[in-house]
């Protein structure tokens, strides 16, 4: 069974287990407020909402985070707002694998 571990800034904010037991039942998923202790037990580890600053990424290959634009085009500040303002006829969100190397 493949396990998902959600990484978010609070559990309080988090409000999406009920989605994910509707529509991952093939997965195991775990939800914490710090990188688990094991990172290779899990098939991918996601930055949901994430904003602290992470001091090591573990060396596994499977942490993902999400960038709400068509990378390169739309990195940095306000993707979405330009995105509006521009007037994209699409939407784009990107998966990341996240690397020691910031923009790696």
């Known amino acids: 069974m493949n396990r998902i571990f959600f990484l978010v800034n609070r559990l309080a904010e988090f409000d999406f287990e009920e989605f994910l037991s509707?529509?991952?039942q093939e997965c195991l998923f775990t939800i914490g407020e710090s990188m688990p202790l094991h990172p290779e037990e899990f098939r991918?580890?996601?930055l949901w909402s994430y904003r602290k600053i992470l001091r090591e990424i573990p060396p596994t290959?499977?942490?993902?985070?999400f960038h709400s634009s068509a990378l390169?085009?739309?990195k940095g500040w306000a993707?979405?707002?330009h995105a509006i303002a521009d007037g994209y006829d699409f939407y784009t969100i990107t998966g990341v694998f996240a690397a020691p190397e910031v923009d790696s």
């Open 22 to 24: 509707k529509h991952m």
């Open 79 to 81: 993707p979405i707002y």
């Open 44 to 46: 991918l580890i996601v």
């Open 61 to 65: 290959g499977n942490v993902i985070l």
């Open 72 to 74: 390169p085009v739309g």
